[in-house]
């Protein structure tokens, strides 16, 4: 089967191109850069050029094709001009659902995030739960646009659509840049890092990048259309985090708890620094108040209704530690 890709250069999209290949696919990769993309696989995989922005380029490399995987986007913590997430996260996804139906394609698979939903002050997050708090960036914001096209796209066109969610992503790099998680746990086994957030004890979801990949491929064959599915694993503090990887990686570094005036403090100047130096900032303060919440979330919906198996947060940082 031939299957169309964008965010194929991505962490989890060359996971993905991997997966789809093993199972005998052959995959039509949109890119920026066909020269960042030489990395790939060569069999099975056909590079197209071009963007979200170019509907032309992303119909030609979509012809024939069966199945969508829309997971290209704008994910960075900062942007110097904040409407690009609105320009490649919305209008690109319109143009992305807008050649499926052109081109007839049985269903496509919408790459969200969990951020969507909002934090778990309220109760533990699952598809159901109303956002009653406001968007903490653009990205969740644009995201959550993105989302709302997407149904209006199965209610009013009648494309067959399936979002799903991840949330805290890590593990192994195979191309692109890695996930914050995966850039921590590394730093962290480097003896690069130092910091808990907070007092430790706010819960976030973590959740294996193979699981994530699973979780595309179960959704694409069983979700229902114009369903919603959390791709997520295990639940746990930032304490319990910690723990488990000081024990998986046997090196006990000494952290240091950081109220949110300190992390504010220092992403103020992380950020003046990096921007003054015409860099991107790797943490902003929109991302520090984010970090204080709890995001406790159930991926239940996609193991029951998927038959996706979550990989332990133990098992999972043992493997990408081996890896790097």
């Not at 997971?71 to 690009?84: E, F, Q, T, V, Y």
Request: proline letters at 3%; one cysteine or more; a positive charge.
């Amino acid at each position: 089967m031939k299957v169309f890709i964008t965010g194929g250069t991505g962490y989890i999209g060359a996971h993905l191109i991997k997966e789809l290949i093993s199972k005998g696919h052959q995959v039509h990769a949109l890119v920026r850069n066909i020269e960042k993309a030489t990395q790939l696989p060569k069999e099975g995989l056909l590079l197209f050029k071009g963007d979200l922005g170019d509907s032309e380029s992303i119909k030609e490399a979509m012809k024939g094709c069966d199945q969508v995987y829309h997971m290209g986007g704008d994910a960075s913590i900062w942007a110097k001009d904040s409407s690009r997430y609105y320009t490649i996260n919305v209008d690109g996804t319109r143009n992305v659902l807008d050649a499926a139906l052109e081109l007839n394609v049985k269903r496509v698979v919408f790459t969200s995030t969990a951020g969507v939903l909002g934090p778990s002050h309220d109760g533990v997050v699952t598809e159901k739960k109303f956002r009653n708090i406001d968007f903490f960036n653009d990205y969740e914001s644009s995201k959550a646009m993105a989302e709302s096209l997407v149904k209006s796209y199965v209610a009013e066109k009648n494309l067959d659509v399936v979002i799903v969610s991840p949330t805290r992503v890590f593990g192994p790099v195979l191309f692109g840049d890695p996930a914050s998680l995966t850039l921590l746990i590394s730093k962290y086994a480097k003896g690069r890092w130092r910091i808990i957030p907070g007092d430790g004890s706010k819960i976030g979801n973590y959740v294996f990048v193979d699981d994530v990949v699973k979780g595309h491929i179960l959704a694409m064959e069983n979700g229902v259309k114009g369903g919603t599915y959390i791709l997520g694993g295990e639940n746990h503090s930032y304490n319990a985090f910690f723990k488990i990887l000081k024990e998986e990686s046997g090196l006990d570094y000494q952290l240091f708890k950081t109220n949110i005036g300190v992390q504010l403090l220092m992403a103020h100047f992380i950020s003046f620094f990096a921007i003054l130096l015409n860099k991107k900032p790797t943490i902003t303060t929109k991302w520090v108040r984010r970090g204080n919440y709890h995001w406790e979330v159930s991926p239940n919906k996609a193991v029951d209704e998927l038959k996706l198996q979550i990989t332990p947060l133990r098992e999972g940082i043992k493997k990408t530690l081996n890896s790097l």
